[in-house]
């Protein structure tokens, strides 16, 4: 009798074994999935992603329809290529896509998601985000870091002014990087870190924070292939940067708590400070809180926002009617010769509509900041499962000849004169900064920081292409460039093949012509990964993310 149950057992443990995955077959089958592209097995549709996955997604939704449903490794990922979709993505059903994936990076940097970009969605995250827009980053404390702005991009000037009246040439790219990172730390904790004198690193460090934040993590996305991260000790080098990190932000903090509470001019540090003394918005942060929250804002804040400035620039030189344009509103406006206010900045419509055009074109992260479906779905008549991550491909929904015109392609900032568009995501065909719960906090920060740097550069020189080499197009100069230097802020896959913020291969001689001399300018991104090229022509010749993933694993 024993033997006959256990036979029984065995039998019906087999049957399960063999039924299960034809069950899950069956199952699956009566499920209604997006449109897939083909995938190969292990790597799933990595092989279909070039060196700007958001072109190339763009592309495979040309074919595939709005709402894809591809495989990064195993990773289910959702791609939303169109305003309708994102309306349903980001407004309809935003509570259930309101969650960030986490990778290995992630969990490390920000202490298991304790910061706002990657905190998963609950009550942590509400209390932080409503930290974040009521006090660290309002329009009240934004106004508050005017004079901080105000001495950067004076000094920014002077480095131009300097490279102008000599024969040398001036990186424009470095400039603007050197003065928007000084801001956002002089807002951040209080004091820049960049020049002499210093004698920690800071940029080196972060850059290093970013670039693992950035990486593709192998072994998050295709388990069978982990080994890489092992071998390269991944793991171990990036405790090693976070330890540094640690040591020097709990530094600052320690500054800021010895300094004492009575301070003139407060920086976040200071405001988080605060806020941990006072439990404002019924939180308890503890130190390692608090370094997550600063981390967010030079991750989130720096490379972005100089990015943005960096395309305008270039789509100006590209453009010298608009140039022209906006130098004769600026003039008109500004009344002082040597510096143009906020104040002043705030009358000029045609540089906020130059801006909107070029994050419509160019959006510093072209496919936002992923997100994670809490719960199952339906969305356009199509099942989508709990887990699924998600890209919304801000690039295409910004190009769409059926909401944009015919002339979507096109630079031109007239179309936002008559246009009741803003950054705040209400119109899901443009994006620039995400929408709905999960909407960007540093708007008013960031475009306040835009206007009045280009305000500045435009006012005072003329910029205007000097050389050219014959035979070469537009397009040499002025490349999206893609690389681990440029998808620094990025999470996951995601980020990594997004490449996020696209920042532009400045290369043109500039010279500012009237009184003042000439200005070389040069993209600090290409000059960054000039050794990178060999590589990054020929995978882009063969259209290959695997071979940046190569390349990401070898010099990582
Ligand atoms: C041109 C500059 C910037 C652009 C284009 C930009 C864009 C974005 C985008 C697309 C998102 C994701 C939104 C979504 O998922 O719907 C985001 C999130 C975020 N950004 Fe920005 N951003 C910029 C500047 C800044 C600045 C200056 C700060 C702060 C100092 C900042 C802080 C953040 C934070 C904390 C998040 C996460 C919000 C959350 O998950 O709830 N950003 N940004």
Not at 12 to 40: E, G, M, V
Request: glycine fraction near 6%; charged fraction near 25%.
């Amino acid at each position: 009798m024993e033997n006959i149950i256990i036979s029984l057992c065995l039998a019906a443990i087999l049957a399960f074994l063999f039924l299960k995955p034809l069950l899950k077959r069956t199952t699956a089958t009566r499920l209604n999935l997006p449109p897939s592209p083909w995938r190969l097995p292990v790597i799933g549709n990595l092989h279909q992603l070039s060196l700007h996955p958001h072109r190339s997604l763009g592309a495979l939704s040309l074919r595939y329809g709005p709402l894809m449903l591809l495989h990064f490794g195993r990773v289910p990922v959702l791609v939303v290529s169109s305003a309708d979709v994102a309306h349903d993505v980001m407004k309809t059903h935003d509570l259930k896509f309101a969650n960030r994936p986490k990778t290995k990076a992630v969990n490390i940097f920000t202490n298991g998601g304790r910061d706002v970009a990657f905190a998963s969605y609950g009550v942590y995250w509400r209390q932080m985000k409503s930290v974040c827009t009521v006090h660290l980053l309002s329009k009240k404390m934004v106004k508050s870091y005017e004079k901080v702005r105000e001495e950067e991009i004076k000094e920014m000037m002077d480095k131009v002014e300097k490279g102008s009246s000599s024969s040398l040439s001036v990186n424009l790219s470095e400039i603007i990087v050197d003065m928007t990172n000084n801001v956002i730390c002089r807002i951040a904790i209080g004091r820049k870190y960049s020049g002499e004198g210093n004698t920690w690193d800071f940029e080196k460090h972060l850059r290093k924070v970013m670039e693992y934040l950035g990486a593709f993590p192998v072994g998050d996305y295709i388990p069978s292939l982990a080994w890489i991260d092992k071998i390269r000790s991944v793991d171990r080098n990036m405790e090693e940067v976070n330890k540094a990190f640690v040591e020097f932000l709990d530094r600052v903090i320690q500054e800021h708590v010895d300094e004492g509470k009575n301070k003139e001019t407060l920086d976040i540090v200071d405001m988080l400070l605060r806020i941990q003394r006072e439990k404002t918005n019924g939180l308890e942060l503890d130190r390692s809180d608090i370094r997550a929250v600063i981390l967010d804002i030079f991750a989130a804040g720096t490379s972005t926002t100089f990015t943005a400035i960096d395309w305008v620039m270039a789509l100006l030189i590209r453009h010298p009617n608009c140039m022209k344009n906006l130098q004769d509103e600026i003039r008109t406006y500004s009344r002082h010769k040597l510096y143009t206010s906020e104040e002043e900045v705030d009358n000029m419509e045609y540089l906020k509509a130059v801006v909107k055009e070029a994050l419509r074109l160019h959006p510093p992260i072209p496919m936002l900041v992923p997100r994670q479906l809490s719960e199952d779905v339906k969305l356009k008549g199509y099942d989508i499962a709990a887990g699924t991550q998600v890209i919304i491909n801000a690039w295409p929904i910004h190009r769409d000849t059926t909401t944009w015109g015919p002339d979507a392609e096109e630079f031109k900032p007239e179309r936002h004169l008559d246009l009741p568009l803003d950054f705040q995501g209400q119109d899901f065909k443009y994006i620039p900064f995400g929408s709905g719960r999960r909407l960007c906090p540093g708007i008013e920060l960031a475009s306040t920081l835009i206007e009045v740097t280009l305000a500045n550069l435009v006012n005072q020189f003329n910029w205007r292409v000097e050389t050219r080499p014959s035979g070469d197009d537009d397009e040499y100069y002025l490349a999206e460039t893609t690389g681990i230097e440029v998808s620094q802020m990025s999470n996951g896959p995601i980020r990594t093949q997004t490449g996020q913020p696209a920042a532009v291969s400045l290369c043109r001689r500039i010279r500012r012509v009237g009184p003042l001399w000439a200005a070389v300018s040069k993209s600090s991104a290409l000059t960054r990964t000039a050794w990178y090229w060999p590589l990054c022509g020929s995978a882009r010749r063969l259209n290959c993310f695997m071979l940046k993933l190569i390349h990401q694993s070898v010099c990582l």
